[in-house]
């Protein structure tokens, strides 16, 4: 059975950073992408930052020039650097691992970590 878990949430300032981390229980270039997704209290969950196996990555608009993602093959880990941070980014973190197959899709989803941003 596949595992991811999140850490690295908390509660930070505006304008300070972040860094996520997402660990999973086997080798990541095993993945077709892993990605961050944010659910902010009353939203729906949404796409933060992708990454493909390929090393293409995808961020949503108010993410772009402030959040990286990356990876650490050797350590089986995708990161999500988070800079520059706003209120609105609050919300819990969830990494999601995607793998296809000849016969199949399945998504791995962690159980997120929490991120505020207050002063």
């Known amino acids: 059975q596949v595992q991811v878990v999140e850490s690295g949430g908390g509660l930070v300032q505006p304008g300070g950073s972040l860094r996520l981390s997402c660990a999973a229980s086997?080798?990541?270039?095993?993945?077709?992408?892993m990605g961050w997704y944010r659910q902010a209290p009353g939203n729906q969950r949404e796409l933060v930052a992708r990454?493909?196996?390929?090393?293409?990555?995808n961020y949503v608009d108010s993410a772009k020039g402030r959040f990286t993602i990356s990876r650490d093959n050797a350590k089986n880990t995708v990161y999500l650097q988070m800079n520059s941070l706003k209120p609105e980014d609050t919300g819990v973190y969830y990494c999601?691992?995607?793998?296809?197959?000849?016969?199949?899709?399945?998504?791995?989803w962690g159980t997120g970590t929490l991120v505020t941003v207050s002063s």
């Open positions: 086997r080798s990541i270039s095993s993945f077709n992408a």
């Open positions: 990454m493909t196996a390929g090393g293409g990555t």
């Open positions: 999601k691992a995607e793998l296809v197959t000849a016969y199949s899709r399945r998504d791995y």
